[in-house]
């Protein structure tokens, strides 16, 4: 039995660092859904998407055999983030492409923006679980209980990393508004990675089995971690470099 759980343990760590990952790129996608409203607001809006993410990863536990197979909602959320990440950089290229000054454009409404986050909440949720099922099926079972047909004791590890991401997730979200709110200059940038997002969630769909258009493994494999980290922490490198010099000038 202690080998059991310190295998739970080690896993857990494992799960709750691979969730600290996945919160990062799902915290910038909150803080550019919010940038537009007050102070405020922003709190509020962020506090409601973060609950909606604790229920949507305790559901998405319960019907992942049922969501694995709807790979509409990873397309939805795909065709989602790359739309908002093309607009912002199309309207600030015909902004100055005019010779015009880029004016603060009105955001959505409160409620408005709070169900967008929770449409990519979604999104997220599927991707987070689906991780977390990959790993934590590995472990031993721990008597014979069963919810939402997995057993008892990865279940709970399951479901242990998933709301730990979300906490860590919740605080990420926050700095990363902080951040656009004293560097504006960086919001180009984290529309981009939001766009990258996007591709992250649009080869997770072309890799589904009912797709197919990629090889089934290839969203978990070591050659696309390796591309998608690279081409992140890039766009982070360039972005911070070429807003802090726009900043410092």
Not at 216 to 225: A, C, E, K, Q, R
């Amino acid at each position: 039995m202690g080998a059991i759980l310190l295998e739970y343990a080690w896993v857990l760590l494992v799960l709750v660092g691979l969730e600290g990952i996945l919160a990062a790129d799902n915290a910038v996608v909150m803080a550019v859904m919010v940038r537009h409203l007050p102070g405020e607001q922003k709190k509020k809006a962020l506090f409601y998407g973060l609950a909606a993410a604790f229920i949507f990863r305790f559901a998405a536990l319960f019907m992942i055999t049922l969501l694995v197979g709807v790979w509409q909602i990873q397309a939805l959320g795909a065709a989602y983030l790359l739309f908002i990440a093309f607009k912002h950089i199309y309207d600030q290229r015909k902004g100055r492409g005019d010779g015009t000054v880029l004016k603060v454009k009105k955001g959505s409404g409160f409620w408005t923006t709070v169900l967008k986050i929770e449409v990519a909440d979604i999104a997220f949720a599927v991707d987070s679980m689906l991780a977390a099922v990959a790993l934590a099926l590995t472990l031993p079972h721990l008597g014979n209980a069963n919810i939402g047909g997995i057993n008892a004791g990865p279940f709970v590890v399951m479901l242990s990393g998933g709301l730990i991401g979300v906490v860590i997730m919740r605080f990420a979200a926050h700095k990363f508004v902080q951040l656009l709110e004293t560097y504006p200059q960086l919001e180009t940038a984290a529309f981009i990675i939001v766009g990258w997002v996007g591709v992250k969630l649009l080869v997770m769909t072309l890799s589904h089995e009912k797709i197919h258009v990629l090889p089934h493994d290839f969203p978990h494999s070591f050659t696309w971690t390796v591309i998608f980290w690279s081409v992140l922490v890039g766009i982070v490198a360039v972005g911070a470099w070429a807003g802090l010099r726009d900043h410092k000038e």
